[in-house]
Every structure is written in structure tokens, then in C-alpha cells.
């Protein structure tokens, strides 16, 4: 690989930074499925390999450009995006304090909530829409890591990285951003001042709905990465090398996919705003709301796929509409090339605090006019 810095980013990853196989001049790296790695007859190792758990060469590319993308020191992938988040807090130890969103993504939360409880770490919630409320929860010297979600699912709200990073440092913690929704394209959450990012890299990362994965970056490489790269060996759950060269295959489009995603979801919520069947079109693109200015900052190439819905009628009526979509999928996740739709309360369940008015839009690449014309008759049918 040679130093190819003064690109863009957009060409750096399509070329998965130039890569090109040393031995084949293969330019799509190959897939080792060795679970073991024999030695020298001096006991050496023979490359840099041991183990299929510890090490494996199908990571490493795509570990390089996904540093590469968030500007970071190193990466490592996970077999799950739950994998990834449970391998960072690993990190956090008894008698620590932990503060979070009290509206994140729900598997991340009751995560949070189980581990805290077990190992006596503290837990706050704050206000995810209400940095004053981050400042209040924090205890200097007590609190640890601080994790952030922008834009906030499902209202979209976007937080202030930069201003969430100086509340976390001045109280001694770090700042770790679930950056799954923004993605890289749009948003850089380390230039930002974050700390350590994390994707679930099922959703934008490899955009075709067909690999289930996670990513942690880092800004530097310090005792907690060191730590979190002995949980992943120690834990196991690490990302199968077929799946590792999916992601980076799905990855080399990301910008691609992302732009277009962004075009049309503007395009819909532009279009959707005023709806007589609508109460509300929630889409940080919108000047209308409430984290425009702050996504304007933040969100330098488009304001993503994602937008919500609110319709005018209950849980019944906002189901009778998704069920009346012919080109929307009627399905959870997000991030891929397919638009889906759901009823997110349905999803989350009784106790979600999501409004049961709210249909979930993942917009994807099909054409704009074709998903406004399936969105217009699913509305005027909501019989
Ligand atoms: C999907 C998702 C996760 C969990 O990732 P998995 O790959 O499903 O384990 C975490 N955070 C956000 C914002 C997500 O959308």
C-alpha cells in the first residue's frame, strides 16, 4: 500500500486504500479460513499468526480503512454490533459511572442497564435532546465514559459532539459516540473531539442487509484499547473472514449509497412536511427541526437515510399505513439499499417510549420518485 493520504476519502475507500495483494497483485484481498497457523521448524511463526481467534489477515484491510474512514489510530471488528459495545464496556470497571441517553438504541441501553447493576456501576440518563442535562449527570472524577448516539432514533435530534467531548474531558471521562446512524461519510466524531466511535456495521457500513457486524475506532492506542483487543480474543466474538471481506466489498460504496440515501430522504421530508394525513415529518435536513443548526455543523455531507414520521391517528392507523406500502419494506434495521418502513413502538415493545403515531423510515437507493409515489397512496388508504 502506498501513501495515499492527499486523496479524498471517497477514493481511498473505494480502492479499500489502495489495496493490492503483494504476492497475486490481486486487488480484492483473499479470504483466509485457516483457523490455525503453522510454525518454523525453529518454533517461529511463520507470518504474524496464531490463532483464528486472535488474529486473522482478512481483518486487517478491512481494519485499516475503517481507521482510515473515522480518522482514527486503529480499528477493530466485531461479530456484532452488540459484540462491539459489549467489548467497550468490558472496559469499565466496579465503582464507576456511566452516563448515556436516556433514548439510545435499546439493546445498547439494556446492556447498560444489566451490567450496571451486576457490577455495581453507576448509571445516568440524560436528556439526549439537552446538553445542560449531560452536564448535570456527570461527576467529576467518578464518571468514566460518557456515550453519546447522534442522530438520536427515532426523533433524529443530533447532538453537539464537540460540546458533549468537553463536558465528558472536564469531568475526567471519555466520550464515545454510536455514530451507526451519521456514519462516517457525514459525520468525523474524532475531529469532532470523541474518543472512541463505534459502528454497527450491519446498518451504513455494509449497506446490503446481508452481514451482521461491528466496529470500534479509536483516537489513540491506549490501556483501554489494549484492553478492549483482549476481550475481543478472550470473548471470541470476533467477525468470521467471509463476513470481514463482505463488509469491505459493501464498504467501497458507502459514499455512494450514503449520498443518494440523503438526496432522497431530503426529498421525502421536503415533500411530506405539510401532508394532511401527517402530524409531523421528523428529519434533521428540515429547517424545521429542532437539531437543524447543529446537523448543518455536523453533518457535512447530507443529513442521511433516516426520517420518522408522525402520522394523524394512533398505533392503528400508523400500522395501516406502513401495511399499505407496496415498495417499502416492512422491516426493522437500517442502512442498506432497500427502504424499509416499521412501526419502531411495535419493535420496541411495552415499554418503548417512542410514540405509537411513529412510522420509522430507513430511505435507500431506489428511485425518489417511485418511494414519494409508494408513500402518497399508502397515506390516502389508511382503510
Ligand atoms: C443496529 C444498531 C446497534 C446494534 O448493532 P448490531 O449490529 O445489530 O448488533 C447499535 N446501535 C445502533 C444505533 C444500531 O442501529
Same mark, same amino acid.
Given at each position: 500500500m502506498h501513501d495515499d493520504s492527499n486523496v479524498s476519502p471517497e477514493s481511498r475507500l473505494a480502492q479499500a486504500c @489502495?489495496?493490492?495483494?503483494?504476492v497475486t497483485g490481486g486487488i480484492s484481498p483473499p479470504i483466509q479460513l485457516s483457523t490455525t497457523y503453522a510454525r518454523a521448524p525453529d518454533y517461529s511463526y511463520i507470518g504474524n499468526y496464531s490463532y483464528g481467534r486472535a488474529d486473522n489477515p482478512s481483518w486487517e484491510v478491512l481494519e485499516k480503512v475503517c481507521a482510515d474512514l473515522d480518522g482514527g489510530a486503529d #480499528?477493530? *471488528? &466485531?461479530?456484532?454490533?452488540? #459484540? +462491539?459495545? *459489549? +467489548? &467497550?464496556f468490558e472496559t469499565v470497571n466496579t465503582g464507576e459511572h456511566v452516563v448515556a441517553p436516556r433514548i439510545m438504541y435499546h439493546g445498547s441501553q439494556d446492556w447498560l442497564r444489566r451490567i450496571s447493576a451486576r457490577r455495581a456501576i453507576g448509571l445516568s440518563l440524560f436528556d439526549a435532546c439537552d446538553l445542560e442535562d449531560l452536564a448535570r449527570q456527570v461527576r467529576p472524577g467518578e464518571t468514566s465514559v460518557v456515550w453519546i448516539e447522534t442522530p438520536v432514533n427515532p426523533t433524529w435530534d443530533v447532538i453537539d459532539i464537540t460540546r458533549a467531548a468537553k463536558i465528558a474531558h472536564d469531568a475526567g471521562a471519555i466520550l464515545a459516540v454510536d455514530a451507526t446512524v451519521s456514519s462516517p461519510v457525514t459525520t468525523q466524531a474524532l475531529a469532532h473531539g470523541a474518543d472512541i466511535v463505534f459502528h454497527s456495521a450491519t446498518k451504513y457500513l455494509n449497506g446490503h442487509s446481508d452481514v451482521v457486524a461491528g466496529m470500534l475506532v479509536t483516537a489513540r492506542e491506549d490501556d483501554r484499547w489494549e484492553e478492549i483487543k483482549l476481550v475481543r480474543t478472550l470473548t471470541g466474538g470476533i467477525l468470521g473472514p467471509f463476513e470481514a471481506w463482505l463488509l469491505l466489498r459493501g464498504m467501497r460504496t458507502l459514499f455512494l449509497r450514503f449520498e443518494q440515501a440523503s438526496r432522497s430522504a431530503l426529498q421525502l421530508a421536503q415533500h411530506f412536511e405539510n401532508h394532511p394525513r401527517l402530524r409531523r415529518v421528523l428529519y434533521p435536513g428540515l429547517e424545521s427541526h429542532p437539531g437543524h443548526d447543529v446537523a448543518c455543523r455536523q453533518m457535512t455531507r447530507g443529513f442521511g437515510g433516516m426520517l420518522s414520521l408522525l402520522v394523524d391517528g394512533d398505533a392503528e392507523v400508523a400500522k395501516r399505513i406502513a401495511g399499505n406500502t407496496r415498495l417499502f419494506v416492512r422491516a426493522t434495521s437500517l442502512g442498506g439499499v432497500e427502504s424499509l418502513i416499521? @412501526?419502531? #413502538?411495535s419493535v420496541e415493545g411495552p415499554h418503548s417510549a417512542v410514540p405509537e403515531n411513529l412510522l420509522r423510515l430507513s430511505v435507500g437507493i431506489e428511485n425518489c420518485q417511485d418511494l414519494i409515489e409508494d408513500l402518497e397512496q399508502s397515506l390516502q388508504n389508511p382503510e
Open positions: @489502495h489495496y493490492i495483494d503483494e #480499528a477493530k *471488528c &466485531f461479530a456484532s454490533g452488540m #459484540a +462491539a459495545v *459489549c +467489548a &467497550f416499521e @412501526h419502531r #413502538a
